[in-house]
């Protein structure tokens, strides 16, 4: 997976704690926190529209 670096980003509230581990396993897995959200939320958005009918 590859991530746009010119891309629009968009700021999105993150409670602390969730943060907190967030960081963990990011520094966990030798990543940053930004590419380990990104990866976890594109997976769950490709998990959704593989579950969701098409609205035709």
């Known amino acids: 997976m ?5 891309a629009r980003r968009s700021l999105v509230g993150i ?3 969730l943060m907190n581990d967030l960081h963990r ?3 966990q897995r030798q990543v940053s926190t930004q590419t ?5 939320l594109q997976q769950r958005v490709d ?3 593989a579950t969701v009918a098409p609205a035709n």
């Open 2 to 6: 590859t991530f746009d670096p010119t």
């Open 47 to 49: 998990q959704m529209r």
């Open 36 to 40: 380990l959200v990104n990866v976890w």
């Open 15 to 17: 409670e602390p704690e």
């Open 25 to 27: 396993i990011a520094r």
